[in-house]
């Protein structure tokens, strides 16, 4: 990781915050605290948490030095030229799978980027590999006590991991994971899993391997990959039929049974993909446990049941019925069309929309990948009501723009209707009962 010798330069100083009573001035450049130099956010935050501060500055080019008592975990109130305080760190494999690496040509330059910084995953809960973490940089996860983090295992096979990857340094996970644990450290887990490479045999190895580092190792997701039409010089990959998916299931199910009565937690989770995708119903809510995979697909058509029918639960049939549009993707079709008949007791007949997923090629099925021109193509003519609702993971979670750069502005004119969006259950039927 590169390490700014210039130290931090200041860009702001909130007004009443222990920086501006001990003197910190906006410009000043933050080389240490407690004679600890200052690498990135992670440092900062852990260096600052102390009540008592000695900061080595530069102001102007001279050295400076300031000594400052504050509460405990009270926020010194200094603001950096980036959150990270450094560079994010970006990824150095490549990986088999790599969705980034099955983009179309010509979409924004945001969605080529391939991140792989341990920094997000313990903020954000980004996934990330650690195949660009030196071992100096490793232990400054073990002495900073991060935790916790969320590793793309994949394989534990060293052989495997590596040949998904394609980076010599992938085989080194266990080594690194079981660090974690020996420093009391957390970890949440997810496999990608490919037909043919990291199935079968290799699976239950990287199943069991991870069970053996529990609880350092909290939860598994596994996950199926996806495949678009943009694979051009590729690697072939394998994906998952029906029966195919039961049999995953079933492997998964046997081991969840195993790890319940051994942890007191089911430890590995199946994406809701796999139910869909085998034609079988989902698990009941107790499956899932406290949706610590929720990210990842796993639950999160339960979660959204739960939520939906509690709030409906609230609700009187309306006055004068209506008739509303959803559009989704076409996987969990099947689910909501259920799930939805339980509103045409309170006068609400839902027009539901399957978008195929063309704009990839057809061979991803999920609403958070239906992009604008999907839409367009499936729905221009169709929708037989104003507002139309679509979850709001098609869209840009800052912006209100879909995956192949078309604006909600844009879909909006050429459908001729409104568009609303909603994240839960709760958020639905918000929107359904509006008059």
Known sequence: MEVCAKGQPITFVEHGTPA????????????????????????????????????????DGAPVELVLHKGEYEPLGLCFETTLMSRMMTCRNHCVFCFIDQMPKGVRSSLNVKDDDWRMSFIMGN????????????????????????VSVHATD????????RNPSAGRIMERLGALRDAGL??????????????GDVLLRTMQDLSSLAPAC?????????????????????????????????????????????????????????????????????AYEDYGQIENGVGLLRMFEED??????????????????????T?????????????DAYGITTDLHPIPNLWFGGNVHVAGLVTGSDLLTE?????????????????????????????????????????????????LISCLFEE
Request: proline share 5%; with cysteine.
């Open 218 to 286: 909290a939860s598994v997701a596994i996950v199926p990959v996806g495949v678009t039409k943009y694979r051009e010089g590729l690697p072939e990959l394998g994906t998952f039929d029906a029966a195919q998916s039961r049999a995953v299931i079933e492997t998964v199910e046997a081991k969840q049974t195993e790890y319940l009565a051994a942890y007191g937690t089911r430890l590995v989770f199946l994406s809701d993909e796999w139910y869909l995708n085998a034609d079988l119903p989902l698990p009941g809510p107790e």
């Open 331 to 343: 996987a969990a079709y099947p689910f909501f069309r259920e799930l939805y008949r339980a509103l």
């Open 127 to 150: 996934y990330v590999t650690l195949t660009n973490v030196s071992d100096a940089e490793f232990d400054r996860i073990l002495m900073r006590r991060v935790s916790p983090l969320y």
């Open 379 to 427: 729905l221009s003519g169709k929708i037989l009501s104003d507002p139309l609702l679509i979850p709001k993971n098609m869209l840009k979670e800052t912006e209100d723009v879909f995956l192949d750069g078309m604006t909600k502005d844009e879909v909006e004119r050429a459908l001729g209707v409104g568009i609303r969006t909603f994240s839960d259950g709760t958020e």
């Open 158 to 165: 060293p052989k495997v991991r590596t040949r998904i990857m």
């Open 186 to 199: 957390r970890f949440h887990a997810q496999i990608v899993l490919c037909r043919g490479l990291n199935d």
């Open 20 to 59: 501006e009573r001990a003197g910190v001035r906006c410009g000043d450049v933050l080389l240490r605290i407690n004679e600890s130099p200052v690498l990135d956010l992670i440092d900062y935050e852990h260096l600052t948490a102390h009540r008592a501060l000695k900061l080595d500055l530069l102001r």
């Open 308 to 329: 939906f029918c509690y709030a409906l639960e609230e609700r009187q049939p309306l006055a004068h019925p209506r008739t509303v549009s959803i559009a989704g993707g």
